[in-house]
């Protein structure tokens, strides 16, 4: 995803959008841009590039599946990792706004099945932030070599397991990105709502916005 980003950000830089001229021969030099990146292996995902309002090039590159020989199209759809974080912190703002969440709450204020020695030390803001000190389970040893990264977790046994280690530092001292503080997160969400992650995502963001393509992968 960082790949594709950072190639439609050179995009822009490189293609200037014309004063004159149409809009076929800008997606002809786009084209020119992106076709030998793709046939080197630099580039596989999907392009889109949109001028006042008119999409004037969309390309899919590269293959979705390389196993079954599958290739991107445009409507291919895309999982974004950790780019989902802005979608969390969205939702708790919503919370914040509607007096359901205090950034400055502690997490044992609205997680009770989390340890309340270091909950009752840890903000909301510092999950948000990545400066609570709560490790990141990505970093725990075998967790993305073993089964337990492919093993379905209800939200209190993974909080338990791999959410729970003691803190690295003290909170609001240092800035360590944590996967773990987005998933804490994601597990105040639904104690405080009482509806699943992917239903707040659908009801909250996708529905209102209208992003149809746009959902919750369970695999």
Sequence with gaps: MRLVVLFLILLL??????????????ANRIDQI?????????FSGTVLVAREGRVI???G???ANREWNVPNDVKTKFEIGSMTKQFTAVLVLQFVNEGKIRLDGHLSDYLPLYRK???SRVTISELLSH?????NFTELPGFLSGAASRVHHSVPEFVEKFCSGDL???PGTKFEYSNSGYFLVGAVLEQVSGATYEQLLRERIFQPLGMHDSGYSTL
């Design 34 to 42: 992106m076709q030998p990146r793709a046939a080197a292996g630099e």
């Design 168 to 170: 690295g530092f003290e």
């Design 117 to 119: 020695d270091t909950g």
């Design 131 to 135: 400066t609570s000190g709560i490790p």
């Design 57 to 59: 090039y969309e390309r």
């Design 13 to 26: 830089l490189v293609v200037p959008m014309p004063c004159s001229g149409t809009d076929g021969k800008l």
């Design 61 to 63: 590159f590269g293959m």
